[in-house]
């Protein structure tokens, strides 16, 4: 029996990318996006690929053109075929986001399944396209494929075969599985993303296929062959003469969606990125954006830009007097977002607001920037986001694990070794103001549980400051678990200083998910000068929540340093019984290295805890809390006042609790 392999993160399943494009009809509503991900056009072992992805296509067949987002399946003209002999179960089916996942890249909301994960061993089956007119030369089959190899010794395969007739067909290509998941490398591979992992569906783990057509091909069909491995996953399939590309970009540009397009002006962001994506650099580049909402047809994604460098950066920045908004809407996908940066490097976005547009729930944005690994391996890097504003829920609550800024996409699991390549090294935010979120900012790296609790990847040089979170509309939602302000998770050489967290709380009194200002885990680096003020906890009768300051939790053998921090007017919402576990805490000192001979140091000095409620309460608290399993730490020199009146003697006000065996220095607080 197959046991589900899931990739475990701490408070997020951080997957999450995108696309689709001109001329598609996914979108009902109009809301055409941009092509899918494009393959490095230096990449020899993408024997199927004929360039970069390209926009605007001139269409010559433009049947079939499926996104597979109607309910009705098989879509309206295409048969599935029954091949093999030994079951009557079709395994060619539609998958949505309340199954697997979502569609390609995390942007629309379905995809086409062969379900090899679930079809007996020897399974082979079809479905075939209604028949459209005659390809011409040049024309190619495009489309995204998903493909994650199991943990055994199944092997599943894709062919793909043409028809000049829709009677008689012959092969064209075959993708063969492989249960050695380092072959997703190899261009006539099935497996498409480099660690073997789940049988859900990892937005990082798709890729886009060019495949040549014979000339004269009126229908075409996909067989799928079971090894009872694991889901073979395609979408946006169409046919299409891709147009030249032009020069790389250098120089100056610019965004105005007043003035008609050129060599130099872009009308939309979708329209840059997918240029700039298509073409790379040969020279820095400067993108001025005219001031004003840019609306509907303008989330957009970066694929990895060839010729990028520490000298040929790309700067995006806001030219003018008044703000540059992004305000697009989302899709009924869990996983939107308005910019995503997918393997790209080298970028600046200054002064680039964004806002979610969206009046339904179908519409609502769940991330505003978001940094992911091109194919999970290749990590966006030296990204700077700075001197903006995010606003994310539209006219609603915003989403739960809704999040403004958010860098992810390292491949590999509960018991396999991560991919340090798709890390998001040298990330910089500064000056960033996000409202109406459930959370603030973050980075995850997948948590090792095999053989013990631990990362093996890491984001390197992480950089957020002058931040400010929640000063209009507070951070925290009534819909989500753990509301967090920033969470750095899995970084080293963390700098994080000069933010104000002005609100945070999770008001759903429903809701035992917990509440934290700064959740830095399995990190190192520094924490300092940050302001922490007006956290709530809502829910009345349970204990369960915790609300927690500052969280520090080191990865093994290296130090976090937590000092000058502020931190005041916490309180919780509970009146149950009288509870002697602290469930509120201003600095939490932690261990999530579980693993034998810890040199892990947790340190916190300077900083300055008031804490006090406006009547007695029910429940304990602690200035400082220390782990208790033999955690060394090393704290001083704090002023901790804690003022919080208790109804019993069972509730307690701590101003520093420390049930540990194991320190370093604890002294002169």
Request: hydrophobic share 35%; glycine share 10%.
């Amino acid at each position: 029996m197959k046991v589900l392999l899931l990739l475990t993160l701490f408070f997020v399943a951080c997957v999450y990318p995108v696309t689709a494009q001109d001329k598609r009809i996914d979108y009902p509503n109009g809301d055409n996006l941009i092509t899918p991900e494009m393959e490095k056009s230096n990449a020899p072992f993408l024997m199927d690929n004929l360039g970069p992805q390209f926009n605007n296509p001139q269409l010559e067949s433009l049947t079939p053109s499926e996104g597979f987002e109607s309910a009705t399946f098989p879509p309206t003209g295409w048969t599935r075929i029954l091949m093999s002999t030994n079951t009557t179960t079709h395994y060619w089916i539609r998958t949505s986001s309340t199954t697997l996942g979502n569609g390609a890249y995390g942007m629309s909301f379905s995809t086409l399944n062969f379900n090899a994960f679930s079809a007996p061993v020897g399974t082979r089956q079809a479905i075939q396209t209604p028949n459209f007119p005659p390809t011409v030369s040049g024309e190619v089959l495009r489309f995204d494929l998903h493909y994650m190899a199991w943990t055994g010794a199944q092997v599943d395969s894709l062919i793909i075969q043409a028809s000049p007739d829709g009677v008689n067909f012959t092969d064209v290509i075959a993708y063969v599985g492989d249960t050695n998941q380092a072959n997703y490398l190899n261009a006539n591979s099935l497996v498409t993303v480099s660690r073997l992992a789940t049988s859900t569906i990892q937005d990082q783990g798709w890729i886009q296929k060019n495949i040549p057509l014979p000339v004269g091909t009126v229908a075409i069909r996909f067989i799928g062959y079971s090894g009872f491995g694991n889901n073979i996953l395609l979408d946006n399939i169409e046919t299409l003469v891709p147009p030249p590309v032009g020069p790389p970009l250098a120089g100056v540009y610019t965004i105005n969606s007043s003035n008609p397009p050129s060599g130099t002006n872009f009308q939309t962001f979708r329209a840059f990125a997918d240029s700039i994506s298509k073409r790379g650099v040969s020279g820095p580049v400067t993108v001025n954006v005219a001031p004003g909402i840019y609306g509907p047809g303008n989330r957009c994604i970066f694929f990895p830009i060839a010729g990028t460098s520490s000298t040929n950066r790309i700067t995006i920045q806001k030219s003018g007097a008044g703000e540059v908004v992004l305000a697009d809407t989302g899709t009924t996908s869990v996983n939107d977002f308005m910019i995503l940066i997918n393997g790209a490097d080298w970028m600046t976005f200054d002064g680039i607001d964004i806002r979610d547009g969206s009046l339904s729930l179908n519409g609502q944005l769940n991330r505003g920037y978001f940094l992911n690994a091109w194919r999970g391996f290749d990590g966006s890097r030296n990204i700077t986001i700075k001197n903006c504003h995010i606003v994310l829920g539209g006219v609603l609550n915003p989403p739960g694990a809704s999040i403004g800024i958010v860098a992810t996409g390292i491949m590999g699991s509960s018991s396999s070794q991560a991919e340090q390549t798709g890390s998001c090294d040298s990330l910089t935010v500064q000056n960033v103001r996000i409202n109406k979120s459930d959370r603030g900012i973050g980075t995850f790296v997948p948590v090792r549980t095999v053989p013990s609790q631990h990362v093996t990847a890491w984001h390197r040089k992480v950089e957020i400051s002058n931040c400010i979170l929640g000063d209009s509309i507070s951070i925290g939602s009534r819909t989500a678990p753990n509301v967090i302000g920033i969470i750095p998770q899995g970084t080293k050489d963390l700098n994080l200083f000069n933010n104000r967290i002005d609100s945070l709380g999770n008001y759903l009194t429903t809701s035992t998910g917990s509440v934290t200002g700064l959740a830095c885990q399995f990190s190192t680096g520094r924490v300092y000068n940050n302001v922490l003020r007006n956290m709530t906890s809502a829910h009345p009768t349970s204990a369960t929540p915790i609300l927690t300051g500052i969280q520090a939790g080191p990865n093994n053998g290296e130090d976090l340093y937590v000092y000058n921090n502020l931190l005041y007017n916490f309180v919780k919402g509970y009146t149950g019984t009288a509870t002697a576990t602290v469930i509120m805490q201003a600095i939490n000192l932690t261990n999530f290295w579980t693993g034998a001979g810890s040199t892990t140091i947790n340190h916190a000095y300077n900083n300055t805890i008031i804490m006090q409620t406006p009547a007695p309460v029910t429940y304990s608290s602690g200035g400082i809390t220390l782990f208790a399993a033999g955690l060394p730490v090393d704290v001083r020199n704090n002023c901790i006042i804690n003022k919080i009146s208790t109804t019993s003697a069972t509730a307690k006000a701590y101003g520093l609790t420390d049930p540990n065996g194991t320190r370093v220095f604890l002294n002169s607080n």
